[in-house]
């Protein structure tokens, strides 16, 4: 298993400014997810974050939108840039620390955008 | 594309009244099915992953099966503290980790 913390937890923001949310594991692990979940949607993977090289961004996300930064193997960054309201959600990191098809999830983080 | 469908998207049974989840998914090649957890303001804590149609996996009160189409979650003489969300998810055989999730069903135990 593998404990995972987010910060800030929560967090009210203007529309046309960015918020960075971090994301820290206590192993080390290759790969770091990131999800969003919208209010009453499902969890939608945004990236895979590897660490030494850039993150790979699912259909429907872009790096200007959602840069992510991959500075060690026990921490990741997700930056939500010139948000809007519609990117009031929670956002969640994971990991799968034995590669055995078990991903944890961080607490997550509660964005609203004004 | 992967697809997941949950249902019921809600359920309220009594503490003891025993039932199950559906997850139906359509996957271009199963590498694995997963059932979470998700309490209200908390990130989803992982129960199960099941590989092969057949397959079943058992914790407490609650138990996954998996066929080619459809899995179930059997909850078996529920507590109060059983009430939560359950997620299913499907990940592919190709490709990388991603985990494609349904929408969920809502349980509740009422005492």
């Known amino acids: 298993s593998a404990v995972i913390s987010q910060k800030p937890s929560r967090d009210i923001c203007q529309r046309g400014t960015s918020l960075t949310i971090q994301c820290q594991v206590d192993?080390?692990?290759?790969?770091m997810f990131w999800y969003r979940q919208q209010p009453g949607q499902s969890l939608t993977l945004i990236a895979t974050?590897?660490?030494?090289?850039?993150?790979?961004?699912e259909s429907g996300f872009v790096i200007d939108k959602f840069p992510i930064s991959r500075p060690n193997l026990t921490f990741s960054t997700l930056t939500v840039s010139n948000m809007s309201p519609e990117d009031s959600s929670i956002y969640l990191c994971?990991?799968?620390?034995?590669?055995?098809?078990?991903?944890?999830f961080g607490p997550g983080t509660r964005l609203t955008v004004l | 594309e992967d697809q997941v469908t949950q249902s019921p998207e809600a359920l309220r049974l009594q503490e003891g009244e025993s039932s199950s989840l559906n997850c139906s998914y359509t996957?271009?090649?199963?590498?694995?099915l997963f059932w979470y957890r998700q309490d209200p303001g908390k990130g989803p804590e992982f129960l199960f992953t099941?590989?092969?149609a057949g397959e079943e996996k058992e914790k407490e009160r609650l138990k996954a099966t998996l066929t080619k189409k459809e899995s179930f979650l059997h909850i078996t003489a529920p507590k109060p503290e059983d009430s939560a969300t359950y997620l299913c998810?499907?990940?592919?055989?190709?490709?990388?980790?991603?985990?494609?999730f349904g929408t969920g069903t809502r349980l509740t135990i009422i005492p």
């Open positions: 994971s990991v799968d620390p034995d590669r055995v098809n078990e991903q944890f």
């Open positions: 192993s080390q692990v290759t790969m």
């Open positions: 974050a590897n660490q030494g090289s850039e993150a790979t961004y």
């Open positions: 996957v271009s090649g199963l590498r694995g």
């Open positions: 099941l590989y092969s």
């Open positions: 998810a499907v990940q592919a055989n190709f490709g990388n980790e991603k985990l494609t």
